[in-house]
């Protein structure tokens, strides 16, 4: 169905009959009522027409076919391509052509099929993970009505998709190296940086073995997550780590209220302030304090100006303020007369 039939030019239509004529007709008429019908259906992107199954559904059109492309050219914009042919999941492909056409991206799901895929489960498993998971997003219950915006991608997806927060991370992650080394993986690192610097910004840290306590606090917390991950025993890490606690003075009972403050700089104490009982906003009436300023220019330096017969910036300020408080007595002003208008209304005297 590559090709749709060519309406006859004005040269054949001269040559036929005319009954040769209805009969091409009737064959055109077949086809236009198809399109008409949407039995055949343009995919944008390979040019072809095709019939309605070719294509995934869509709650967006008023068809109900997504038009966007056909299912072939989906699923090879979601896919990588092998030298004999073979689609290869692409996960980043598939997210890609997952945010254009505004489908939900759930990535624990797309890696259970991934996963589903690599294990062989499943009798009618489809050649692609990223097929499988597009007839999912369409079929399934818990997919309808989501979109793009209720995506649910893991870290380092999102990571490659939030240019901002890259950086950010890229910097804590470098950071994290020089500090703790290199034989973490990216999400330890996070963790002990994140961790170390949660302890620089509540105690003072000017001194190396300072760096070295909350480094190893920062080491010994992890250590402690990972152990209690796989169920082991945390005695050990929890003797260290209170040991470590006393070397840097730390410990909670030593924390009254003198030591607490003493153990801190005045920029941390002030940074904890501010971050558990910031200043209250200021009262609406208060607010405007710049106001003042206009105030002591006026009645004070405009004042004294006006006073000593100075003619500067705050007489003139002073001389604007007061003529809001001034009051002129009426005068007589012949250009308003409105002697006329008075008359137009009520009549002259002469009219009696
Ligand atoms: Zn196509």
Redesign the pocket.
Known sequence: MANLRQAKTDDEIKKLTVNSVKSAYHELALDYNHLLNLDYVY?P??G?W?TVKAFYSSTETASGIEHF??K??LIDMCTDKDKDGNRIDNKQKTINTFRRLDWVFIDSDYESQINTLAEGVGEKNRATAAQQYIVMVKSLPQYKNKHWCDSELSVEDDIENNSEDVKIVQKTLRAAKKRFGTDYNNEELMFLENEYQDWISRYDCSQKAQEETFQNLSILKLMKRNAIKKGASTKDLDYSYQQWLDTGNLKPKQNTLDTFSDAQTMGTLIQKYEETRPLPDIDPELADVDKIGTYIDAFYRGHASKMLGLKNRFSNIYERVMAKYTVNPPSYDEESDSEILFDKIFGSKDDE
């Open positions: 995919c992107h390979c072809k095709k492309a056909c072939e050219c």
